[in-house]
């Protein structure tokens, strides 16, 4: 069976393997999206004339049927990706009809849209993600929201604290990853089909039609642009998975420190460790440490999508191997968003401990404070207690409730009201944000007749 763009002449089989290269294999997840645009795509050639009602409720029944057999749907190294094989089956099933849908588009603009459509749907499920870890990180944070420990300052005690306060801490981180989500959603929320191989096509498309029947909320305008915004969107979104990941990576890095024997805080659960093959006794934070190491997956992923994609406007084959990156990217956030989701319930606080590392010389700036407050300046006072401290001698004795002020901002109070707000703000937004996706995709598969 000859390729979309195949004419006469036979091509080497060493050639074709090195060119095809693993997408096959990388678009058997857009068939769904191929789907969705190819329908698309056919009710604007039928809205113009290119196609009878016919002809698209035809196309329509196949199109739906390739999905319920997703299953068993495969994708041949001669079909080399999803366009052409999902154009062969129509073209199988309907003959004449399944070959006319090609009419006005490119491989250049069905690989855009295919990516576009899967980068929201996977962007909102990730953002759920996001927002489910924050709830769960929520619930522990309020638990121990009372409970002191060491704030820490270049790895070394500075003043007290609270669990709950350092918990919020990747509560707020969350929720702004869920900010840093949404932008790229908005960057993926534009529709490049009607732009062909870069320079438009000979006939007269509804481009914002077809926008809309696919959910996006705008048309990419400049055709040419729409190449060339390949790689930056896949940059960019992976970017945006990347500061998540950084942040996973933080906490990561928390739990590792504070579930071990020289803190002692908290205890993982026997289900989130392994232990040594040599040293019976040992725990081993394993899910931590992965998700730790997987965080510093991204930036490579960020710097091989940059890189690739630094080339002149127009389509380049060489955007083909950003697919890889992108799709590891997008898979290994969704696997550490689960696992931060899962932590806290994960975790036993050993109370014993936080309260034994809470110590009077941990009031310093307490005390210069009160200084202050008696209308010394802040440096006096604040030598007047270095001085006294250094002069103290034996190990400092733990304070059973040291004093933390109540209002926001102050140790250990994070403002729980303002960050339930947020959470729950970015979390409306992801539900609707779908809802509204899904209606449109929904709408678009269904029969013919019911389509405005």
Request: glycine share 8%.
């Amino acid at each position: 069976m000859k390729k979309l763009w195949q004419t006469t002449a036979p091509l080497d089989a060493a050639v074709e393997a090195y060119t095809v290269g693993e997408d096959p294999a990388l678009d058997a997840r857009l068939l769904r999206c191929e789907v969705l645009g190819s329908l698309a795509h056919a009710c604007g050639l039928a809205r113009i004339g290119v196609l009878t009602p016919g002809q698209l409720e035809d196309l329509r029944r196949e199109l739906v049927a390739l999905l319920s057999s997703a299953a068993g749907f495969t994708i041949s190294r001669e079909q080399e990706d999803v366009h052409t094989a999902v154009e062969q089956a129509l073209t199988r099933a309907l003959g004449e009809t399944g070959a006319r849908i090609h009419a006005g588009r490119s491989r250049n603009d069905q690989v855009q849209a295919d990516l576009r459509l899967h980068l929201k749907d996977r962007l909102l499920e990730l953002h759920a993600q996001a927002g489910a870890a924050a709830a769960a990180w929520q619930a522990f944070a309020e638990r121990f929201r009372d409970r002191t420990i060491p704030g820490y300052s270049h790895l070394q005690r500075a003043m007290p604290t609270t669990l709950g306060h350092w918990a919020a801490s990747h509560v707020e981180a969350l929720v702004e990853g869920q900010a840093t989500l949404r932008r790229a959603y908005e960057e993926a929320d534009s529709c490049p089909l009607g732009s062909a191989a870069g320079y438009g096509v000979m006939l007269p498309l509804d481009r914002a039609y077809v926008a809309k029947l696919l959910g996006f909320s705008r048309v990419q305008r400049n055709t040419l642009r729409v190449q060339s915004s390949r790689p930056r969107l896949e940059a960019a979104v992976v970017a945006a998975l990347a500061l998540v990941a950084r942040d996973l990576g933080v906490l990561a890095w928390d739990l590792s420190l504070y579930s071990s024997a020289e803190f002692g805080f908290l205890k993982l659960d026997d289900s989130f460790t392994t232990g040594s093959s040599l040293m019976p006794q040992k725990k081993n934070p394993d899910v931590a440490e992965l998700t730790r190491a997987r965080a510093a997956l991204f930036p490579g992923w960020v710097s091989q999508l940059l890189a690739i994609g630094a080339l002149p406007s127009g389509y380049h084959r060489d955007y083909q191997l950003t697919k890889g990156p992108l799709f590891a990217a997008l898979d290994e956030a969704g696997r550490m968003l689960d696992m931060a989701a899962r932590l806290p319930g994960s975790l036993r606080v050993r109370e014993d401990r936080c309260a034994a590392a809470v110590t009077e010389d941990l009031l310093a700036t307490h005390e210069a404070v009160a200084l202050v407050r008696e209308g010394r300046p802040f440096r006096d006072a604040y030598r007047a207690v270095a001085e006294r401290a250094r002069a103290r001698t034996g190990d400092p004795k733990p304070v059973a409730a040291p004093p933390l002020p109540d209002y926001a901002g102050a140790p250990g109070r994070p403002d729980w009201k303002a960050l339930s707000a947020d959470r729950t703000r970015a979390s409306a937004w992801s539900r609707g944000e779908r809802r509204r996706l899904d209606a449109a995709w929904g709408a678009l598969l269904a029969p013919t007749r019911r389509r405005r």
